[in-house]
């Protein structure tokens, strides 16, 4: 039987010259890219958990929508990862962040993701992005 590892990830979102960027993260072999994301540990939401890795993997501080934006699995660990995504607005960019010696940060626009992500069902998650699902949300108003 193998295990099943629940994850939380945010998607980082913002809005340059009315352009839509995602920002990236590398993973730590360095060769591919993906967003913040980590197991969610006893105790801790999926919220809070994603909030978490956006700051250490991304040195990232901001908001999650409430809502789920999609899930996407991959395999891992002999096992497989479950990876609730969720939309989150930045508020600040920190210079320093505990894994910024291994991990180089980057905002790029949607088709340029599809090109770098190292999962595919990321990608279809990344898809559905589009202005009117982040204005429809509410939370997103002043994007």
Not at 34 to 42: A, F, H, L, S, V
Not at 108 to 128: C, F, G, H, T, W
Request: aromatic content about 12%.
């Amino acid at each position: 039987m193998s295990m099943i590892y629940e994850q939380a990830a945010a998607l980082p979102v913002r809005l340059v010259a009315k352009n839509i960027q995602i920002l990236l993260v590398q993973t730590r072999s360095g060769d591919k890219w993906t967003i913040p994301k980590g197991i969610i540990d006893p105790g801790f939401t999926a919220q809070e958990t994603a909030l978490a890795e956006a700051y250490e993997e991304a040195g990232l501080k901001g908001a999650l929508h409430p809502e789920i934006f999609g899930t996407f699995s991959y395999s891992k660990w002999q096992g497989t990862c479950i990876v609730q995504v969720f939309l989150m607005k930045v508020y600040q960019e920190l210079i320093h962040w505990p894994e910024r010696y291994f991990r180089e940060r980057k905002w790029v626009n949607l088709e340029q993701s599809a090109r770098m992500l190292k999962y595919p069902a990321l990608s279809k998650i990344i898809d559905k992005i589009n202005k009117d699902t982040l204005n429809s949300a509410g939370f997103w108003k002043d994007i």
